[in-house]
């Protein structure tokens, strides 16, 4: 494809966008299954540079004069985005744009002189607002601040970054030294990550997916903070451990090969679909004894009460700690989505609690920022639940995991700005009884 070309690409796809409700990550692997004479090298092309629009979005409106409702998306966003970002001038777009080929239209006289205004303009100024300037939805804003004070901006700006592609080195399987030997023998760069001691982060993007060392079960795809929640559940061999939020099994596996594949681990979900997800990689990763059940009601499981030494509730969240991964999610999450979440994590911390034998643990865990997913669920609860205290995290990091514990109070809150891994935040609650 040629320049243009591309930049027709993303006009079209940021276009979509606009109109679709659902991840941008669909639109866009729909745009093309639709195109497949599209190369993966021009597909990476024009991947990078929607994501990058998208990851100015609220700026690009507010250079646009269209910070009131939902700005028009596609073509102006773009070509501001070129301009604004320095990758062209006016000249060069006027070039780009001239209507040949399979490129963008020539610009109207009304486009040239919005171009021409912001021609030598940077994206970020001093006279957006705070949320435009952080691409933050307002109504958020009190979260974060709340959650951050003063590193509020940022966290935020790190939120805006590209996350690493981080994974799981699978100890039923093999080791770390092993699994990176095996990805080098196939041309894929990796180092270990610098907080699990389980992680590898790739260096540039490779066809990992159809890589022997991915489709053999050596590594797992799973962000190293991911990863640091997993271990936190501190499981071992001979336990009894339940993942009741266990979708397609992301921990499920990391609570395998911390159990050396002997025990009894559960993996539950209310969504039967998103479990059968889970059974290739279970497979893959030599997974074999864990049980799969859909659970409508944890409350209704009574052949599971007081059963388990560990419950892992990997909550249904915001994802505001994943935003690097969707930089489109933050404009989808609405005040009622937040509130459906809440009252679905205080009814699964609840039910769940009836799950953990005397002296055994329940961690929750959210991919989420904000502290009313957080440390407030986690008060709610222990309020409610006389029965239960929190366990602190650095005990079992330094036990588990090693070396310094990122953190200074009961709980494990990791963010992109200071550990460079996704948003997670662990609470360990022990039940009262013998250890
Ligand atoms: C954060 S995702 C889990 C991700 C998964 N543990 C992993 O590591 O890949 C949250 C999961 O909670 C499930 N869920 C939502 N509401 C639930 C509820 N009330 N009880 C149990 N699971 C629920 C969702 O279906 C979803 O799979």
Redesign the pocket.
């Known amino acids: 494809m040629t320049p243009a070309a591309r930049i027709q690409a993303v006009i079209e796809v940021v276009g979509q966008l606009d109109q679709a409700a659902r991840p941008a990550e669909q639109t866009v692997s729909d745009y093309y299954r639709q195109r497949r004479y599209i190369g993966s090298k021009d597909r990476r092309a024009i991947s990078a540079l929607t994501y990058a629009v998208l990851r100015h979005r609220a700026r690009l409106a507010w250079h646009l004069g269209q910070c009131k409702g939902r700005p028009p998306w596609g073509r102006s966003e773009t070509l501001a985005f070129l301009l604004l970002s320095g990758q062209e001038t006016v000249e060069t777009l006027e070039g780009l744009c001239n209507g040949e080929g399979y490129g963008p239209a020539v610009l109207t006289q009304d486009e040239g002189v919005v171009l021409q205004s912001l021609q030598g303009q940077a994206l970020s100024t001093d006279a957006q607002p705070e949320e435009v300037r952080h691409e933050t939805p307002g109504w958020l804003m009190p979260s974060f601040t709340r959650a951050f004070g003063p590193a509020v901006e940022a966290e935020l700006d790190a939120l805006l970054q590209e996350a690493p592609l981080d994974l799981r080195c699978n100890t039923l399987k093999t080791d770390r030294a092993a699994a990176l030997a095996a990805l080098a023998a196939e041309g894929i760069e990796a180092e270990p990550t610098p907080l699990s001691p389980l992680g590898l982060r790739v260096s540039g993007r490779r066809a990992l997916r159809s890589s022997r060392a991915y489709v053999g079960g050596l590594v797992e795809i799973?962000d190293e903070g991911?990863q640091l929640a997993?271990l936190l559940c501190d499981a071992a061999p001979g336990m009894a451990v339940a993942?009741?939020?266990?979708?397609?099994?992301?921990?499920?596996l990391a609570l395998a090969a911390a159990m050396a594949g002997q025990g009894c681990l559960l993996a539950?979900?209310?969504?039967g679909a998103?479990l059968d997800r889970a059974v290739a990689r279970l497979r893959r990763a030599g997974a074999d004894f864990v049980e799969r059940r859909v659970?409508a009601d944890?409350a209704g499981a009574e052949d599971l009460a007081a059963c388990f030494d560990r419950v892992?509730i990997?909550?249904?969240?915001s994802?505001t700690g994943a935003w690097r991964r969707q930089p489109d999610a933050r404009w989808r999450l609405t005040p009622a989505d937040l509130a459906r979440y809440r009252a679905?994590q205080q009814?699964?911390l609840s039910?769940a609690a009836a799950l953990v034998r005397p002296g055994g643990r329940m961690v929750y865990v959210?991919?989420s920022l904000l502290p009313e997913e957080n440390e407030d669920q986690v008060e709610a609860f222990l309020q409610n639940h006389p029965q239960f205290s929190l366990h602190p995290a650095a005990e079992t990091w330094e036990r588990v995991i090693g070396g310094a514990f990122p953190g200074d109070g009961p709980f494990l809150t990791l963010t992109p700005a200071r550990q460079g891994t996704d948003g997670f935040f662990v609470a360990i609650l022990q039940r009262e009884g013998p250890a």
């Open positions: 799973q991911s997993a993942d009741v939020c266990a979708g397609a099994g992301g921990k499920t539950a979900d209310v969504d998103r659970l944890l892992l990997d909550a249904p969240c994802g679905a009814e699964t039910k959210t991919c």
